[in-house]
């Protein structure tokens, strides 16, 4: 069982910055390069919901609120995935999960980190 475990999370200004991390356990390097990778985020009261995403060949996309302000990226070496978010509003508040995806039958979840920004 693949276990995905974040990171980074905590309590920022507005404006600020943080960046998120996604280690990865129980699977090599070499499977992990197969997944697509991606951060979701929960805010209380609301559904989950797609912050970023990047392919097992690094092709990326992002969610309209988040474009220009976050940058999802990969280390496979180091099973790990980054979300560098700039530039957080009050509305980034979350809870933040990684995710990782094989096709449409495999999926993984880690437990989430919370992103808090206020003043």
């Known amino acids: 069982q693949v276990q995905l475990v974040e990171s980074g999370g905590g309590l920022v200004q507005p404006g600020g910055s943080l960046r998120l991390s996604c280690a990865a356990s129980r699977i090599s390097w070499y499977d992990i390069s197969n997944y697509a990778m991606g951060w979701y985020r929960q805010a209380p009261g609301k559904q989950r919901e797609l912050v970023a995403g990047i392919s097992n060949g690094y092709m990326t996309n992002y969610a309209d609120f988040v474009k220009g302000r976050f940058t999802i990226s990969r280390d496979n070496g180091r099973r790990t995935v980054y979300l560098q978010m700039n530039s957080l509003e009050p509305e980034d508040t979350a809870v933040y999960y990684c995710?990782?995806?094989?096709?449409?039958?495999?999926?993984?979840w880690g437990r989430g980190t919370q992103v808090t920004v206020s003043s």
């Open positions: 995710n990782a995806a094989l096709g449409t039958t495999t999926q993984y």
